[in-house]
């Protein structure tokens, strides 16, 4: 077992990985908006955001310090990360704006549906996980990395790769948001007693 001053350095420790996101992201932003991406600084970037959102969550449950704190933080850090690499390639001409909107709006719809089953069923998790919704989130967070890549090594493809992705992660967004509210609906009809 581990002592409490463990436990809260571990705690401690563990939000700093998640939080050494924010700044690679800023980084990644800037490198990207630079105009002339060095790939391997940008890939060694988007390792350095991969491995912390992978340590993370393997590390808070090995030390049982894993928190409602830590999975909002997790899930912002991911959202600043798709959206300012999405929004620097967007200012480059190489993703759509509706892309953009699409992140946006499938991290609300995240957030409203998890909070409406959990609000119903009184769950400890702060947030509501659906297989599809996972996917497309991977999808999102390899994005920005794809076509950075294509653009300096396969840029005669980058086009056909970019477009295939976007339209890949819209049919997927929407797969996730019906199953999403269908099991909304579901947990609401399970507890009518709980419906204001």
Not at 74 to 80: A, K, T, Y
Not at 152 to 164: Q, T
């Amino acid at each position: 077992m581990y002592t409490t001053g463990k436990k809260y350095a571990a705690f401690v420790l563990i939000n700093c990985l998640t939080l050494s996101r924010i700044p690679l992201s800023v980084f990644a932003y800037m490198e990207i908006t630079t105009g002339t991406i060095r790939g391997m600084y940008y890939l060694c970037l988007f390792l350095g955001i991969a491995v912390s959102d992978f340590l993370d969550g393997k590390c808070a449950r090995a030390f049982h310090v894993q928190s409602s704190f830590g999975a909002i933080v997790d899930v912002i850090c991911d959202f600043f990360y798709i959206m300012t690499s999405s929004y620097a390639l967007y200012r480059l001409g190489c993703l759509p704006a509706w892309f953009l909107i699409l992140v946006t709006v499938k991290l609300f719809e995240f957030i409203l549906t998890s909070c409406l089953v959990r609000r119903i069923q009184y769950r400890s998790h702060v947030f509501m996980f659906d297989r599809v919704g996972r996917y497309t989130a991977i999808g999102f967070y390899i994005l920005p990395t794809v076509i950075v890549l294509c653009s300096i090594y396969l840029p005669s493809l980058v086009f056909i790769i970019r477009y295939v992705f976007c339209i890949s992660l819209l049919l997927f967004s929407l797969i996730s948001s019906y199953q999403r509210f269908t099991a909304t609906v579901k947990t609401n009809r399970m507890h009518p007693a709980l419906e204001t």
